[in-house]
């Protein structure tokens, strides 16, 4: 379970102070899959960062699985990250050194006691699922934007986390590649993943279980 | 996972072919300059044929003289030797030995000169020369004063071409001596065995010598065990102090070191009055540092210029898990495999320079070869210089926040 009570966060820049999110209270149930909508800048990516643990709340407190967040070591942190959340960023962020079988594997590399062997077949399992066992030896500079954002997916998928992110997941796809990727997230979801999506089509809000609007930072019904 | 890490190292400076190579670029010739000078002073201070037992061998290189009003350091002489340095306890045998420098030879009319030494016949039982033909100096030839001379293979040559030699005269400095042995060249960086011919120094034209403090002699020292070395230093040190000073001074110094530590005393020793073996090797380490600062710098630079442009993948190894320790660890990784890249690289190529300076002839004799322990050092350094450069911009990395990770640069 996500639970955010009261959570605030704001950016500072040279000039301007921004309120990224302004008291955001939020619960999120195990295995739920919750659609986040909203206009850009409303704060969107700034909530799905702090739900992924890569970012702090000024104020208000973060729980995950009924523990609090605040004040973990980095180490704790981390090996949160690793085991539990699996992330698909809105600008896709592939590791442009590495090929894409390489990148699929990324989470796997610090999750102590997968094999290199093990690591493969499971990069390799996740390409299939997303449709890109074809190109496992391309770079990312090779590939389409809607393959690379395949390619993001798989890396979320592959260690099968407990809690899946996605930054507008098929913001770079046409209709038919979204709906794949769509019912990827669904069948994470049906596999009992709690799945939290960001995206401005209704359409796809619509396949969740529920919507959570923004607005400038607020929560709005 | 260390493998995990290695295996993506190398994938990375595969695709990062132009910083890898720039970088190996740097890397190797800074290692090549190190090797080149590590085999160098390997060469001159590390047992090599025909030192065999330099290990339990100690020497006697200086004695210095001193008064209220001056000091004089140099050679030992003869005097000081016989008196303080025979029957040691714990030595097995005893060599004193004179260089006698450049000497000159008329063969049909053209000048031959030849570097001279001459010794005892303790000096061929301690040192191990490899013999061509004939024999060495032997105790009959040094009690009986006879002319008698070796040579080494090069000089034979000069003398003979490729006829006999052996039982053959020939004429040092307007003297006679009669070949009787041929032996490999030895590299004059062996300060010790060096010589292009080996005569006994009871041949001498006069017996002056024998009055000598300084002079042109020198000892070596067989001990039976490498154990008893501070017992026959101290002894050695006993007698010197306790021995009469000649006219007009006070006192005598000298000390039974080995080759590294009497240069250690010549360069630390106040009066040479003790040896600095630990201060000498911490100057050459500090030399090698120093040598090291401005290509690790320079490295340094260069990996911190690419933290930003790899901040998305740092951004990225975090959000999937990757701790501060997990960066740090497989960003220095990441360098070391460079570094030690580079110095495999450095290492061919100083095997390279080493024998271009062996052919080239600028050092008579020179026989500069990479070994075990100069790739030893070598690698070391390496591995040295990979983490001294990797260390700052490694940590820097990983200090990077995730979020700014990935805002730093959206692909
Ligand atoms: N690192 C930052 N420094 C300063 N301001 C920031 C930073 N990150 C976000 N902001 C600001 O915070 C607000 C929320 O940003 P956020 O990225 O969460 O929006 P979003 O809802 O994801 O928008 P989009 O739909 O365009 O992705 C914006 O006004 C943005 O300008
Ligand atoms: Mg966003």
Redesign the interface.
């Known amino acids: 379970m996500i639970q955010l009570n009261n959570v605030t966060k704001s950016y500072h820049t040279e000039r301007i102070e921004t309120l990224a999110l302004d008291a955001v209270t939020l619960s999120i149930a195990d295995g739920e899959f919750v659609a986040i909508m909203g206009p850009s800048g409303c704060g969107k990516t700034t909530l799905l960062n702090l739900m992924g643990l890569l970012d702090t709340p000024d104020a208000g407190e973060l729980l995950l699985d009924d523990q609090s967040i605040g004040g973990q070591s980095d180490r704790k942190l981390s090996r949160l990250r690793n085991r539990k959340i699996g992330f698909v960023f809105q600008s896709f962020h592939l590791v442009q050194d590495l090929n894409v079988v390489d990148n699929v594997e990324v989470p796997l590399l610090y999750r102590p006691g997968v094999s290199g062997r093990e690591r493969r077949r499971l990069a390799r399992e996740a390409l299939d699922q997303v449709g890109l066992s074809s190109r496992i030896f391309h770079f990312p500079n090779q590939l389409s934007g809607g393959q690379q954002q395949r390619v993001a997916v798989a890396r979320a998928i592959v260690g099968a986390p407990q809690i899946l992110l996605a930054d507008e997941p098929t913001g770079n796809l046409d209709s038919r590649m979204g709906d794949e990727i769509m019912d990827l997230l669904k069948q994470r979801h049906d596999a009992g993943s709690t799945v939290v999506m960001v995206t401005h089509d209704q359409r796809m809000a619509d396949c969740a279980d529920r919507t959570v609007r923004l607005f400038d930072g607020r929560q709005v019904q | 996972?260390l493998?995990?890490y290695l295996?993506?190292a190398l994938?990375?400076l595969r695709?990062?072919k132009f910083f890898t190579a720039i970088s190996l670029f740097g890397i190797s010739f800074t290692l090549l300059v190190l090797m080149v000078v590590t085999a160098l002073l390997d060469h001159v201070f590390a047992p090599h044929a025909p030192e065999t037992r330099g290990h339990r061998t100690l020497g006697v290189f200086g004695v210095s003289i001193q008064s209220e009003t001056g000091s004089g350091t140099g050679f030992p002489g003869f005097k000081v030797l016989d008196h303080c340095a025979r029957d040691l306890p714990g030595v097995e045998e005893v060599s004193f030995f004179r260089l006698q420098g450049n000497v000159t030879s008329y063969v049909g009319g053209e000048k031959i000169r030849s570097f001279l030494k001459a010794t005892d016949d303790a000096f061929w039982r301690i040192l191990d020369f490899e013999l061509i033909e004939g024999r060495t100096i032997d105790a009959h030839d040094f009690n009986e004063r006879r002319q008698v001379a070796v040579l080494n293979e090069t000089t034979r040559g000069k003398f003979f071409g490729a006829g006999q030699a052996l039982g053959e005269t020939i004429r040092i400095d307007g003297r006679s001596f009669e070949v009787i042995g041929v032996v490999r060249d030895v590299p004059i960086v062996r300060i010790v065995p060096y010589s292009e011919i080996w005569i006994p120094y009871t041949t001498a034209r006069t017996e002056d010598y024998r009055q000598q403090y300084r002079g042109d002699f020198m000892a070596l020292l067989l001990a039976e065990r490498r154990s008893d070395f501070d017992q026959i230093r101290a002894e050695y040190a006993a007698r010197v102090s306790a021995m009469p000073p000649p006219e007009g001074y006070d006192t005598v110094i000298s000390g039974a070191d080995t080759f590294f530590e009497f240069v250690s005393r010549q360069l630390f020793g106040q009066r040479m009055q003790s040896s600095h073996p630990g201060r000498l090797r911490a100057a050459l380490g500090l030399a090698a540092l120093l040598f090291l600062m401005l290509p690790t710098l320079n490295l340094v630079n260069l990996n911190v210029s690419r933290i930003l442009e790899r901040a998305?993948?740092i951004?990225?190894?975090?959000?999937?898990?990757?701790?501060?320790?997990?960066l740090l660890l497989q960003f220095v990784l990441e360098n070391v495999v460079l570094t030690v890249l580079g110095g495999l690289l450095g290492l061919g190529l100083s095997a390279l320079v080493l024998a271009a300076i062996n052919d080239s002839g600028v050092i008579p004799y020179a026989e500069f070869a990479l070994n075990l322990r100069v790739f030893g050092w070598g690698m070391a350094g390496a591995l040295l210089f990979g983490v001294l450069s990797g260390a700052y911009p490694a940590w820097r990395m990983s200090r990077l926040?995730?979020?700014d990770g990935?805002k730093g640069s959206?692909?």
């Open positions: 996972m493998r995990s295996q993506i994938k990375v695709r990062r998305s993948e951004g990225v190894r975090r959000s999937f898990g990757a701790s501060r320790g997990h926040d995730p979020v990935l959206a692909s």
